[in-house]
């Protein structure tokens, strides 16, 4: 196989860092997008409608952490490069071929011209301190999975190393090349288009733990559902808390056709990641796994 295809210009193609480096999934887009619908209706048409302020209380408190775990999860995950170490430098060519500016001199002795250039050398100085808990934050998302490592992984042997010819780099055994991001994956798993990045060694551990968190959402959206369907049936007054909620708009089959719309949406979307999750507990039970 020859080496890396040249776009018409002569430039390399570009290589996929992570998932929120555009373009956007179709899919992805529609994750996100269902997410924050389910989000919104569960704290506008599910809740609120328990029939007991201290139902409401109990479903909140245990929806929150849980919708913001996965929103949290999903970030992390889709943020995480998991190129595999051998390609990594490849990723560092845009700092180094970035454009000078007298703020990015600050390091260097280039002498000062004029009082105006000074101010502007020591801006970035003074807003240093500010840009520490921001740099914390980027730094939680974007860092791999802690891992335990053990010297045959630090230390590709030359007979486990492979050349990836796409990458023209050594990458290890397990490593696999990604046409969507075109680059290697370090112990690559799958592509995973929801996220528009792909599922590896550095970040399986999030993945899996956003694919039982995202469940645990969405059970609880679909049981919350149910029970918010029962009450505006069973319940005789339900037409009098839905206007006092929403207003005389809203009458009871509307108000139930919105609550089974999104309490469907919920269901089936737990059928599709149920079973990747029961898929890669048998891969855990077998030991094919990154964990």
């Given at each position: 196989?020859?080496?890396?295809?040249?776009?018409?210009?002569?430039?390399?193609?570009?290589?996929?860092?992570?998932?929120?480096?555009?373009?956007?999934?179709?899919?992805?887009?529609?994750?996100?997008?269902?997410?924050?619908?389910?989000?919104?209706?569960?704290?506008?048409?599910?809740?609120?409608?328990?029939?007991?302020?201290?139902?409401?209380?109990?479903?909140?408190?245990?929806?929150?952490?849980?919708?913001?775990?996965?929103?949290?999860?999903?970030?992390?995950?889709?943020?995480?490069?998991?190129?595999?170490?051998?390609?990594?430098?490849?990723?560092?060519?845009?700092?180094?071929?970035?454009?000078?500016?007298?703020?990015?001199?600050?390091?260097?002795?280039?002498?000062?011209?004029?009082?105006?250039?000074?101010?502007?050398?020591?801006?970035?100085?003074?807003?240093?301190?500010?840009?520490?808990?921001?740099?914390?934050?980027?730094?939680?998302?974007?860092?791999?999975?802690?891992?335990?490592?053990?010297?045959?992984?630090?230390?590709?042997?030359?007979?486990?190393?492979?050349?990836?010819?796409?990458?023209?780099?050594?990458?290890?055994?397990?490593?696999?090349?990604?046409?969507?991001?075109?680059?290697?994956?370090?112990?690559?798993?799958?592509?995973?288009?929801?996220?528009?990045?792909?599922?590896?060694?550095?970040?399986?551990?999030t993945f899996f733990a956003l694919m039982t968190t995202s469940l645990l959402w969405l059970a609880i959206e679909v049981g919350v559902g149910i029970a918010v369907l029962v009450m505006c049936f069973a319940n005789t007054n339900a037409e009098k808390?839905?206007?006092?909620?929403?207003?005389?708009?809203?009458?009871?089959?509307?108000f139930a056709t919105i609550v089974g719309i999104f309490t469907l949406l919920s269901l089936v979307a737990c059928v599709p990641l149920?079973?990747?999750?029961?898929?890669?507990?048998?891969?855990?039970?077998?030991?094919?796994?990154?964990?």
């Amino acid at each position: 196989v020859g080496g890396k295809a040249e776009r018409g210009d002569g430039a390399m193609p570009m290589v996929r860092k992570h998932g929120w480096q555009l373009p956007a999934h179709t899919f992805q887009i529609v994750a996100i997008t269902v997410f924050f619908l389910l989000v919104v209706a569960f704290y506008a048409f599910f809740a609120p409608f328990l029939g007991k302020q201290i139902l409401e209380y109990v479903a909140v408190g245990i929806y929150t952490p849980v919708a913001f775990a996965v929103f949290i999860l999903y970030i992390r995950c889709t943020s995480i490069n998991p190129a595999d170490p051998g390609i990594m430098s490849k990723f560092d060519d845009g700092h180094v071929n970035a454009p000078e500016s007298n703020t990015g001199l600050q390091g260097t002795n280039m002498p000062a011209k004029t009082g105006i250039d000074i101010n502007i050398r020591m801006q970035p100085l003074k807003r240093r301190s500010g840009c520490y808990f921001g740099g914390f934050i980027c730094a939680f998302f974007v860092k791999e999975d802690c891992r335990k490592s053990d010297d045959s992984e630090n230390q590709v042997d030359a007979e486990d190393a492979l050349f990836c010819t796409l990458c023209n780099a050594e990458v290890r055994k397990f490593s696999k090349h990604c046409r969507s991001c075109d680059k290697c994956v370090d112990g690559f798993d799958h592509h995973c288009r929801w996220l528009n990045n792909c599922v590896g060694r550095k970040n399986y551990f999030t993945f899996f733990a956003l694919m039982t968190t995202s469940l645990l959402w969405l059970a609880i959206e679909v049981g919350v559902g149910i029970a918010v369907l029962v009450m505006c049936f069973a319940n005789t007054n339900a037409e009098k808390i839905i206007q006092d909620k929403l207003g005389n708009g809203l009458t009871r089959l509307p108000f139930a056709t919105i609550v089974g719309i999104f309490t469907l949406l919920s269901l089936v979307a737990c059928v599709p990641l149920g079973e990747l999750f029961f898929f890669h507990m048998l891969l855990i039970r077998k030991g094919d796994h990154h964990l």
